[in-house]
């Protein structure tokens, strides 16, 4: 602010220094004399309420999965009679006994097995109804290997379906599987060796077997 004292006297505007507001001033009697070391625990340092949440989604839906309890498991399976599945069928031992090796080799946990009269058969009267009995099953939780498997076989038949524990997807019912011995054997390859199938039951079942 500019101001005058008669004609010629000028009064100089305060320098920005005097502007500047004083420092405010603690006495040192309102400080405490010690100070102590602080131990800050989660319980008691609250969090914004945006991050609280998304933290507690997060454990809630790790602690989900970590229980598995009650989660469905989706399920391929072949299916054709017992005895072209087991005794015709010309490659199908080899290929399941070389997958096996695979697996064991990479120590990967066994996902497939055999189900012979398996008990899901029953949710599917569409595919009962084309099935002469005996029934067997190929089961897998390998989506695509089943595609690929039933490639190979052709006369099967697919499906999938889902099942909240191993023991219900893999039972089945009591069967004896009987094949006859053809008189004259004349493929180049040996003839499959009766209960060859029982390495890939469920281990229910193999222990039952036994």
């Given at each position: 602010?500019?101001?005058?004292?008669?004609?010629?006297?000028?009064?100089?505007?305060?320098?920005?220094?005097?502007?500047?507001?004083?420092?405010?001033?603690?006495?040192?009697?309102?400080?405490?004399?010690?100070?102590?070391?602080?131990?800050?625990?989660?319980?008691?340092?609250?969090?914004?309420?945006h991050f609280s949440?998304?933290?507690?989604?997060?454990?809630?839906?790790?602690?989900?999965?970590?229980?598995?309890?009650?989660?469905?498991?989706?399920?391929?399976?072949?299916?054709?009679?017992?005895?072209?599945?087991?005794?015709?069928?010309?490659?199908?031992?080899?290929?399941?006994?070389?997958?096996?090796?695979?697996?064991?080799?990479?120590?990967?946990?066994?996902?497939?097995?055999?189900?012979?009269?398996?008990?899901?058969?029953?949710?599917?009267?569409?595919?009962?109804?084309?099935?002469?009995?005996?029934?067997?099953a190929l089961v897998?939780?390998?989506?695509?290997?089943?595609?690929?498997?039933?490639?190979?076989?052709?006369?099967?038949?697919?499906?999938?379906?889902?099942?909240?524990?191993?023991?219900?997807?893999?039972?089945?019912?009591?069967?004896?599987?009987?094949?006859?011995?053809?008189?004259?054997?004349?493929?180049?390859?040996?003839?499959?060796?009766?209960?060859?199938?029982?390495?890939?039951?469920?281990?229910?079942?193999?222990?039952?077997?036994?």
């Amino acid at each position: 602010m500019w101001s005058f004292t008669g004609a010629l006297t000028m009064v100089v505007p305060p320098t920005t220094a005097a502007c500047r507001p004083k420092p405010f001033l603690v006495s040192s009697s309102f400080l405490p004399k010690q100070t102590k070391k602080l131990h800050l625990s989660p319980p008691s340092l609250p969090l914004p309420s945006h991050f609280s949440s998304s933290f507690k989604t997060a454990a809630t839906s790790v602690e989900q999965n970590s229980d598995t309890k009650g989660e469905k498991t989706k399920y391929h399976f072949l299916v054709a009679n017992a005895k072209f599945m087991l005794d015709e069928e010309e490659h199908f031992q080899e290929q399941l006994f070389e997958r096996l090796r695979y697996y064991g080799e990479r120590e990967k946990e066994q996902d497939f097995w055999l189900v012979i009269e398996p008990k899901f058969l029953a949710n599917f009267p569409k595919v009962t109804q084309r099935l002469r009995r005996p029934a067997v099953a190929l089961v897998s939780t390998n989506g695509p290997w089943i595609t690929f498997m039933k490639l190979r076989l052709d006369r099967v038949l697919y499906e999938s379906f889902e099942a909240t524990s191993f023991d219900e997807a893999l039972a089945s019912n009591p069967a004896t599987l009987e094949f006859d011995k053809p008189k004259n054997w004349v493929a180049p390859y040996p003839k499959y060796e009766p209960g060859w199938w029982e390495t890939f039951l469920p281990k229910a079942t193999q222990e039952s077997v036994a």
